[in-house]
């Protein structure tokens, strides 16, 4: 199973909006709506974000919203935040009943 | 309070062995699904295996399958991670971690502190 493909950074100034995307394929991405995405800080465990692709947990902003679109799913951050500058990683549930990772992407609030 | 301690990672030589735990408290441990994650040097988030609930079920990621084995002691809220035939490459962060969901593994929304394992010689 490879990686899903996540874009290495993103960035965006305060109070701004950012995507950042997640390509996988028909067995992963495109087949289940599935997708998790995490936040995580450096030297600290990943948080969870989004599920089941646009899924908020309790006590998630609701600047945070996920999507999806063919082979591709999209996390979206508004609102900008200092705090959100992190590492994202998107998760997708795939065919025989495992999961894979996106290489990760490090958001840069200016 | 909801948690999960993971414990037995250390310094250990290339093809040895080691058994990872993952303590549960805090919420009903036998009714939901649980994962191990890990995260090399530098590097990103690696899935490695998902136990069902009642411990039925198990799957692994192709890499891993043969050396690691998953399992769990509802009796102990426990979960556990095989590790044999040791690697420089399996040198990583061990994350374990709750389904988001009762019975279910498509995401996790419980992670422990994770417990290093490095291996080398």
């Known amino acids: 199973q490879s990686a899903l493909t996540q874009p290495a950074s993103v960035s965006g100034s305060p109070g701004q909006s950012i995507t950042i995307s997640c390509t996988g394929t028909s067995s992963d991405v495109g087949n289940y709506n599935l997708v998790s995405w995490y936040q995580q800080h450096p030297g600290k465990a990943p948080k969870l974000m989004i599920y089941?692709?646009?899924k908020r947990p309790s006590g998630v902003s609701n600047r945070f919203s996920g999507s999806k679109s063919g082979n591709t799913a999209s996390l979206t951050i508004s609102g900008l935040q200092t705090d959100d500058e992190s590492d994202y990683y998107c998760c997708s549930y795939a065919r025989g009943s495992k999961l894979v990772f996106g290489g990760g992407t490090k958001l840069t609030v200016l | 309070e909801v948690q999960l301690l993971e414990s037995g990672g250390g310094l250990v030589q290339p093809g040895g062995s080691l058994r990872l735990s993952c303590a549960a408290s805090?919420?009903?441990?036998?009714?939901?699904?649980m994962t191990w994650v890990r995260q090399a040097p530098g590097k990103g988030l690696e899935w490695l295996s998902v136990i069902s609930n009642s411990g039925a079920s198990t799957y692994y990621e192709d890499s891993v399958k043969g050396r690691f084995t998953i399992s769990r002691d509802n009796s102990k809220n426990t979960l556990y991670l095989q590790i044999n035939s040791l690697r420089a490459e399996d040198t990583a962060v061990y994350y374990c971690a709750r389904g988001v969901m009762v019975s279910t593994w498509d995401a996790f929304d419980i992670w422990g502190q994770g417990t290093m394992v490095t291996v080398s010689s």
């Open positions: 089941e692709g646009s």
């Open positions: 805090g919420f009903t441990f036998f009714t939901y699904a």
